[in-house]
């Protein structure tokens, strides 16, 4: 593990990582924001999962999140969306191979040598953070878009892991939309009972422990009525009696701006899991 | 003028329009955050400046200025920092040509032509948002690195346009260090005396009225020894009893990461003069 960027911020620090990588088989980014605390202290961790075309970057450089997770004394980790290099498998689309990996562990090639980031992140990246930061043991999970299908599914998952989920503008429902039946198809091959354990709406019907869930979209976002439809998401916690706040933003789009206007209630929501 | 973008933003609007400018003589970009404010509500302008290499974008993605412009009712607008496109002259080095503007009108061919961010700033560019944006006629200036150069000589050569200037890791002393005389030469030619017009150490020397100057350098900043030297800005502010506040910021470095540290404080700064 190296370090390749080192940055003051907010009186902590902001770094980026790279590692070689046996679950994505290659060298991969990841960011860690370090907050101000004191030499032995043991921190919460807060691990954001960006969208497609993204990598370790974009939320590091975009969002603002660092005066908050200063404030609240959380680690931030931003990892890539997806293994990348000469060797590993892609796709001209903006939407499949490097860039878009959909947290998933992919079964067909020539995506499944590289291409599993759900183990990588619920599995090797945990354990690298954990070896490596003063962390407390306490960790919640959040992101945007692609990467918000990925903090769901995550959590939802592996709820004994996490304190709380969030998600800006996600993809609910990938098993029902363009950008999730692509993605799976080509990751998971034509079997759509392998898709289901991807999938949130599916997932929270299922979940063993009921984690706090908070979800912001914008009103404006040009995806929201095709790839996003969090309606199907409120309407299965609603069945399931789980506790899911869905605010809905008026003139809002899918970009950062939209993120750094309300990170700082996602942070605070966190924080209050992660105390 | 045409609206090239539009993204909602802490309550209120970050835009960026093109137009064709006639000083620059090429179509340009600007960047304008408009906070919430009631209808006929007429509000302060401050302008930011960014450094080498950037466009109109850095600032209004990586700054995280929105949320105390929002708070204060200011408007932000963030100019692009030079003439561009295939017309325009340029040069292979990062430090001149498009992208370097340094703020000047340049005199010497094949510069004169398009480089006159100088003129474009205190006359074009005003008049543009005056005529565009519910404005009070109340105006600050700031910026980085060749912008904070750029924000200390216009605000110095035109205080009775402007209420306060600040800057982050200005360069102060262009005439005395490498990035500066490389580019004076280039686009104002060997004739020294024709520099100090754009020499913020000499400017704040011949100042007739003196406007409140903020000055933020991180003391890990790569330039700060050979490019940026503001102990040479003290010193003259000094001299004069000019009120200058300089902060040294133990561990920061030259990026975004600094700026979004502190940027709360500079508009904070400007905002009680604004008012």
Redesign the interface.
């Known amino acids: 593990m190296e370090r390749i960027e080192h940055?003051?911020?907010?009186?902590g620090w902001?770094e980026v990582y790279q590692h070689q990588s046996k679950q994505l088989n290659c060298t991969v980014n990841f960011a860690v924001y370090l907050p101000p605390h004191l030499k032995g202290e043991k921190l919460p961790v807060l691990y954001w999962l960006s969208g497609l075309t993204c990598n370790e970057q974009n939320f590091i450089?975009?969002a603002?999140a660092?005066?908050y997770a200063a404030e609240h004394q959380i680690i931030l980790v931003a990892p890539d969306t997806s293994p990348r290099g000469e060797d590993v498998a892609n796709d001209a689309a903006y939407d499949l191979g490097q860039g878009a990996g959909f947290y998933v562990d992919a079964t067909q090639q020539p995506w499944a040598d590289h291409f599993r980031m759900y183990s990588y992140l619920t599995e090797e990246l945990p354990a690298l953070i954990n070896s490596h930061f003063p962390v407390n043991g306490k960790q919640s999970i959040a992101g945007h878009s692609m990467g918000g299908h990925g903090a769901l599914i995550i959590g939802l998952r592996n709820p004994a892991q996490y304190q709380s989920i969030s998600a800006f503008a996600p993809i609910v429902a990938p098993t029902q939309v363009p950008w999730g039946q692509k993605a799976f198809q080509t990751y998971l091959g034509a079997d759509q009972n392998t898709w289901r354990n991807y999938d949130a709406v599916t997932l929270i019907q299922q979940t063993s422990q009921q984690l706090p869930i908070l979800i912001d979209q914008?009103q404006?976002d040009p995806f929201l009525e095709e790839q996003l439809k969090p309606q199907l998401l409120q309407q299965a916690a609603q069945i399931q009696n789980y506790p899911l706040i869905l605010n809905l933003?008026?003139?809002?789009?899918h970009?950062?701006?939209?993120i750094?206007?309300f990170i700082e209630d996602h942070i605070r929501f966190h924080a209050q899991y992660l105390k």
Chains 1, 2 share one sequence.
């Open positions: 940055h003051a911020s907010f009186g902001q450089t975009k603002a660092q005066k914008g404006d933003r008026s003139g809002y789009d970009s950062y701006y939209f750094a206007s």
